[in-house]
């Protein structure tokens, strides 16, 4: 089957750099995403990786490795507002996109 | 301001009675789709439409059926609710079909007792 894993929950403190990991196990692969949701607010996209590497937006990175089946969104100078949940989804070779649980990251003064 | 409008916002439904989620969105996107989201479980798709006029099944399709009839407007209709089908349901868009780039609404928190 297919398969999502990301840590459930995740705790920083204001100003550091947190790492959420995320491993997939799909059928093809065709792009990986990451989401952050607010508590009771939409999913709202954050990046996109479909080569191995790193990609940089601001404050946030993704990186990619294929053949590890392993991606971690890099959160750096953490704030207050970053305090969320991180969606990990990957497309698969049927372009379906599969979702993980999330990861609920907590940030502390 | 542009983006995708879900209404209710948040209903209690009784078991057995019917209830239709709407979706309008103002992007022009092709392709619109209907997720369901429960505690420690991802995402899943009920139902998809990447045109006007065609809808497909997703992960989750029972107990539910979805309309295209033009752009703008993806309802999502329970047509005997069941209490398995309490959750928080995401209505999506995106420009074209087959990426992962999703804009979604605010979603709609159904509760059936």
């Known amino acids: 089957g297919q398969n999502i894993d990301q840590p459930t929950e995740m705790t920083a403190t204001e100003g550091a750099i947190v790492q959420i990991n995320c491993t997939y196990q799909?059928?093809?692969?065709?792009?990986l995403f990451w989401y952050q949701q607010h508590a009771g607010e939409a999913p709202t996209f954050l990046s996109y990786?479909?080569l191995d590497g790193l990609e940089e937006k601001g404050r946030f990175s993704s990186f990619l490795s294929r053949s590890k089946g392993y991606s971690y969104l890099l959160l750096k100078e953490l704030q207050m507002k970053d305090s969320a949940s991180y969606l990990c989804a990957v497309l698969d070779s049927n372009y379906q996109l599969i979702w993980g649980a999330g990861t609920k990251l907590i940030i502390k003064p | 301001t542009a983006g995708i409008t879900q209404a209710p916002t948040s209903q209690i439904l009784a078991a057995g009675r019917s209830m239709t989620l709407r979706c309008t969105q103002d992007m022009r996107h092709n392709a619109m789709y209907w997720y369901r989201q429960d505690l420690g479980l991802g995402l899943r798709l009920i139902h998809y439409s990447n045109t006007a006029g065609t809808t497909g099944k997703g992960e989750v399709p029972d107990g539910y059926s979805v309309s295209r009839a033009n752009t703008d407007d993806f309802p999502l209709t329970l047509a005997s609710a069941v209490p398995s089908q309490t959750s928080v349901y995401f209505c999506?868009?995106?420009?074209?079909?087959?990426?992962?780039?999703?804009?979604f609404g605010e979603g709609s928190r159904l509760t059936v007792l």
């Open positions: 799909t059928s093809g692969f065709n792009g």
């Open positions: 990786n479909v």
């Open positions: 999506a868009s995106s420009d074209r079909e087959n990426t992962g780039e999703l804009f």
